[in-house]
Nanobody, 121 residues
């Protein structure tokens, strides 16, 4: 069983910053991609950013230049630094990790429980 525990959400004023963390624990042989999605009320879940085990990153267009994803492979943790936050960034942010449980071929996506980010004055 794999657990993803997110932290760092909260209330911030427009223009402010937050740093989200997501630690992966449990039965892990290796982790491939890790990343963040978000879901605002009444909207579909959307990709925020992703990072491979080698450090290659991918961002949604509206997050480029404001958000930075990083990971610490030794700690099985992924981070999301969010700067210049806007009210439209308000959402529940979910982390995910593509995990291999053993030496087999397949990776499986695992999700965190979500952390609320609210950007408001």
């Amino acid at each position: 069983q794999v657990q993803l525990v997110e932290s760092g959400g909260g209330l911030v004023q427009p223009g402010g910053s937050l740093r989200l963390s997501c630690a992966v624990s449990g039965k892990i042989f290796s982790i491939n991609a890790m990343g963040w999605y978000r879901q605002a009320p009444g909207k579909q879940r959307e990709l925020v950013a992703a990072i491979t085990s080698g450090g290659s990153t991918n961002y949604a267009e509206s997050m480029k230049g404001r958000f930075t994803i990083s990971r610490d492979n030794a700690k099985s943790t992924v981070y999301l630094q969010m700067n210049s936050l806007k009210p439209e960034d308000t959402a529940v942010y979910y982390c995910y990790a593509s995990v291999k449980y053993n030496s087999g071929r397949f990776f499986y996506d695992n999700w965190g429980q979500g952390t609320q980010v609210t950007v408001s004055s």
